[in-house]
């Protein structure tokens, strides 16, 4: 069992916020309209769900206990969903180019695969960054691993009062699931980051795709089937 160590003052990180991602995700995952998923959808689902349920066992309400099999479980669900969202993109676009759907059906689609892409990369940033949500809140700052994201409260230390106190070091702040939903719904609509910066080279590919992937589904795909609807 992993214990807090006495120079941390922030509480463990809920789990709400991040069970919700994930049921929001496999849920919209679940619903895509395209038939030439059905096996694809299953076997992702079931295999995430599986995943997901000894996780809500050792940390039912906070992130405040991990093991070697627990941090592996975390990170294969996080990133399965991801590489299977990535798929679908591509099995959308040859969907696309095939003709054989109708425009308002690739326009749900469209939607669907790019939302689901935004849960995906928040997860997949939330899970690798400076060690992931428990070690984040549960071990001392000097025995971190190397941040993959800067946020601004890490930098915030010598600003106005009232802005320090939300610092990393006026509140011993560190990132939880939605200041990385945030960014990652931030980088996929403006294809670049905004007010967190990627610090590793992991976090730069990743937030790369994130963008890539965006603008194929902006321009081409929803184009597209717009184009299809007129």
């Not at 669907?112 to 400076?130: G, P, Q």
């Not at 939880?176 to 939903?181: A, P, S």
Request: hydrophobic fraction near 50%.
């Amino acid at each position: 069992m992993v214990t807090q160590h006495p120079s941390r003052t922030i509480r463990p990180e809920h789990r709400v916020p991040a069970l919700i991602a994930v049921v929001a995700a496999l849920l919209l995952y679940s619903f895509l309209p395209f038939d030439l998923l059905s096996v694809q959808r299953y076997v992702v689902v079931v295999t995430c769900a599986l995943l997901l349920v000894p996780l809500i066992v050792v940390n039912p309400r906070r992130f405040n206990r991990e093991s070697r099999w627990s941090r592996r479980a975390s990170l294969g669900l996080t990133f399965l969903l991801l590489a299977a969202n990535q798929l679908t993109l591509v099995q959308l676009i040859v969907l696309l180019v095939s003709g054989v759907h109708e425009g308002p059906t690739l326009l749900l689609a469209a939607l669907e695969v790019w939302l689901t892409n935004v849960i995906a990369f928040a997860l997949v940033y939330w899970d690798i960054d400076r060690g992931g949500a428990i070690k984040r809140a549960m071990s001392p700052r000097d025995e971190l691993p190397p941040a993959d994201f800067r946020f601004p409260q890490d930098e915030d230390h010598d600003a106005v009062t009232e802005v320090a106190k939300r610092s990393s070091i006026g509140s011993d702040w560190v990132p939880q699931f939605v200041d990385y939903f945030y960014f990652s719904l931030s980088n996929s609509m403006a294809f670049s980051p905004t007010d967190t910066m990627p610090l590793s080279h992991r976090a730069k590919l990743l937030m790369g795709l994130e963008s890539f992937a965006g603008f194929i589904i902006l321009a081409l795909v929803i184009a597209r089937a717009v184009s299809l609807i007129g």
